[in-house]
DNA sequence: GTGAAAGCGCTAACAC
DNA sequence: GTGTTAGCGCTTTCAC
């Protein structure tokens, strides 16, 4: 079916001179199929099956200066934190006639800066990150270069474009006080320290304005490497207990986390909440399933993914550039969900 | 820093101009460095920093014909179950330079047509795609292009190009052995229908197999909906467990239905394994945190991953056709885990 | 509603 | 080691 001569591909011309048009309106019965007669979008149409066309999008690119491509970072894509939000994003997008090109930074900084050079030379139309801590040149990167950007999983006084999220910080407060309110003496706050990643170390800064506000002192775990694994809820679970007082219930900064400390105390013996309670961060699946089912801070993860790419698609549609600065940081809230664990 | 004319963007020639050399020089400073003299490559690249230079990656693949970029088709990004191997994909490519443009086909052959060509338009170097089974006009597209292809998480006689994985029939019938040999009599298998989703059913026929070379009949819970869920394992136990004969095992097509059974059974007072035992597919982290641990296949989930970016780079880097038959499908095994739930 | 010509920004091919 | 020229395949612009 080929009879591209130069790079032995199926081009528009090849479609055109089967269909006995012009290649413009080929360009357009794929594009605009209103303007082009019924008729001659049959011939097109045919001709392209005919051939097994697959236009050339880096063409179109290249002239036209807009893709409908869209780059999305996220720090990881190896547990399900991130999972929903790309779902909904990737959801939302499709539903418009966008393709998301994916990049994992790995929760670097750093390497954020040079991925988001690599996908930015790909013409992407807008742009997704994740969390609202980044490099100066990110900020400077994308302010240059005029694009849609949506920041997510947090709030921003000042962001690049728009942000959906919810406060990190009130969430692991407000999670603090419902323990409080609960009867717990000792709180403990499981996680990683606080330079390590960002979204944590707010909920840290919110878990401590807490237990000031209730006039305690706090107790925290925070391993170098913790991460959202079940390995690192054990860990911290065995060091909490072995100290000389422990406390009587323990805030993860994750559902994994919190999770795998669940089921580290099912092994142990401990029992939860009566011996040690746990609250875990997030409201996945997990929480559910978990027995106990786990007490948590329910984030809407899906809502965030598909509010950012309604913003983006209405961004992208309107053309209207940044609004006052109350609608630029999307507030979506988080709920305390009080279960069987804490 | 803008000092493009016709689109507003900074170009090659705008940091040539400002190094005062030609565009070409820039060019290879960024992708043939060696070919540039030391002094040269400076100026080129403080012109760079200063300009904020973003190649415009659609116009190098429209000239040169060639991306920089592997597209992906993976069945959902909602769970871990593919996440490995995206991780260990992305990583493998990312080392070389390449981007990976993923999308997901939610486990529909159909869309994964459309989705593909809209991933080829791309014009991506290679693709990857989950399991062997696609719509034959996947196979066509992509024999075409004659693209380097790597199918994974299964293996096959006549792959498009190339496949890594493991035998799902071979993993889900010695599964079925190793259960019967632990002395269960009434092996139950939990999944979704045959025609739903092509490993599933192959690791069902493994357990037909199986129990037809022990003499067997076969007991099967087919839900309609099921899925890599906790709430799918639930559903299958409940109705197991109401059956005038219930089973004394359940072999469940994925770790994360086995897991959410677990835990069911757990809440329901169902002891695990003295009552009913379980069997997983896939040793995620969730099965060694499950209360018992669970009997599993593992699946070398990442390493599929990072076998097929080898693939591809090494395809790429040596421009090589398809090899000899036995070679073009890599069988990375699996190994039955027994843990206390079986 | 349809077509012809021009050119997006880069790199391959060929000079020097 | 560096520059010049041409053109990748599409869409924009302007005619009709």
Chains 1, 2 share one sequence.
């Not at 012009?22 to 979008?41: H, K, Y």
């Amino acid at each position: 079916m080929k009879t591209g001569r130069s790079t032995g591909h199926v081009r528009m011309v090849d479609v055109a001179q089967r269909a006995g048009v012009g290649t413009i309106t080929v360009s357009r019965a794929l594009r605009t199929p209103g303007q082009v007669s019924p008729e001659m979008r049959e011939r097109v149409m045919s001709a392209m099956q005919a051939t097994g066309y697959v236009p050339n999008l880096a063409a179109g690119t290249l002239k036209s200066q807009r893709s409908r491509v869209i780059a999305a970072i996220v720090p990881t894509l190896r547990n399900t934190i991130f999972a929903e939000t790309v779902d909904g994003l990737s959801e939302g997008l499709r539903e418009h006639g966008f393709q998301l090109l994916i990049a994992n930074s790995g929760y670097c900084l750093e390497a954020e800066v040079s991925i988001l050079r690599n996908l930015l030379g790909q013409q992407p139309v807008a742009v997704v990150l994740t969390g609202t801590a980044h490099d100066p040149s990110v900020r400077a990167m994308l302010r240059a270069r005029g694009l849609p950007v949506v920041e997510t999983w947090d709030l921003s006084e000042d962001p690049i474009d728009r942000a959906v999220g919810f406060s990190n910080f009130d969430a692991a407060r407000n999670m603090t006080l419902a323990l409080a309110a609960r009867g717990y003496q000792r709180i403990a706050f499981a996680g990683a320290p606080p330079e390590r990643e960002h979204r944590g170390a707010q909920r840290l800064a919110g878990y401590r304005q807490a237990l000031a506000d209730l006039g305690r002192r706090p107790q925290t775990v925070t391993l170098e490497d913790f991460g959202a694994t079940f390995a690192s809820g054990e860990r911290a679970v065995r060091q909490l207990m072995a100290r000389v007082k422990p406390p009587d219930v323990v805030f993860f900064v994750n559902d994994v986390a919190a999770f795998g400390a669940a089921q580290a105390c099912a092994r142990l013996g401990i029992t939860i909440p009566s011996q040690l309670a746990i609250a875990g961060f997030g409201d996945f699946e997990l929480a559910r399933a978990s027995n106990p089912p786990l007490t948590t801070v329910r984030i809407p993860g899906e809502y965030i993914g598909r509010t950012a790419a309604r913003l983006i698609v209405e961004r992208l549609a309107t053309g209207s550039k940044a609004t006052v600065s109350s609608d630029r940081s999307v507030d979506l809230g988080f709920e305390i969900v009080e279960r069987e664990s804490a």
